[in-house]
């Protein structure tokens, strides 16, 4: 493990256990170095944190790769993802795999991203800076700095108000981040008019 962007990130690199018909691979996890409150009942991140040494192997299942979407209105055309310090990096990946044209039938996305301190943006920065540039038509992006996390309310945040559009038919919402993140953009976005079956919470 080592340090990475300051000193509230860990990246952990390693390459994938294979057999000889097994393609290799390299795998990076993204954790912070201190506990946070939210981190569920897994030890996953402790024994990353604390436990494992350069040279441990530990194996990892892949989780899902696809949202489920269970809205009234096919096909999706719109996307807006909201997430909190790390949960950027599974909405990026999605909006890497949705943003080429003709990859999917999403016309527009949307990313508010929001943290509480400055330097936590530097972990996918100039990743997300880099699909905006492919697609500054498709995509909009916003970084927010706010304490909505433990303190203030997202409603009358008027970055968020601006950047977070109000629910259309076709329209499917991702939320990703702590527990309490995930509660508070849920409901958040419930009270702009998003039916609760058009929004995916990942943990």
């Known amino acids: 493990m ?12 390693g390459r994938a256990s294979t057999t000889s018909t097994t393609p290799t691979g390299i ?7 201190e506990k946070v409150e939210d981190e569920g009942n897994s030890k996953f991140m402790e024994v990353l944190r604390d436990e494992l040494r350069p040279g441990d192997e530990v194996a990892i299942r892949p989780g899902k790769t696809h949202l489920s979407y269970r809205g009234k ?8 993802y909201l997430a909190w310090g790390l949960g ?5 990946d ?6 080429p044209k003709g990859s999917s039938s999403v016309e527009a996305s949307s990313v508010t991203w929001l943290n509480d301190n400055r330097d936590d943006f530097d972990i996918a920065m100039d990743d997300l800076e880099a699909e905006y540039m492919k697609c500054p038509g498709k995509l909009a992006v916003s970084c927010i700095i706010d304490d909505v996390l433990n303190a203030n309310p997202m409603e009358g945040n008027r970055e968020v108000e ?9 329209t499917m919402a991702v939320v990703c981040g702590p527990k309490r ?8 976005l419930m009270r702009r008019g998003y039916p609760e ?7």
């Open 2 to 13: 080592g340090g990475d962007g300051g000193n509230n990130k860990r990246r952990g690199g």
């Open 27 to 33: 795998v990076r996890v993204v954790l912070p170095n």
């Open 73 to 80: 209105h096919v096909p999706v055309t719109d996307m807006v």
């Open 88 to 92: 950027i990096v599974p909405v990026l």
């Open 94 to 99: 999605q909006v890497r795999a949705i943003t």
């Open 162 to 170: 601006e950047s977070v559009p109000y629910y259309n038919a076709g």
């Open 181 to 188: 993140f995930a509660e508070k953009a849920r409901g958040y």
């Open 197 to 203: 079956n058009c929004i995916c919470v990942l943990p």
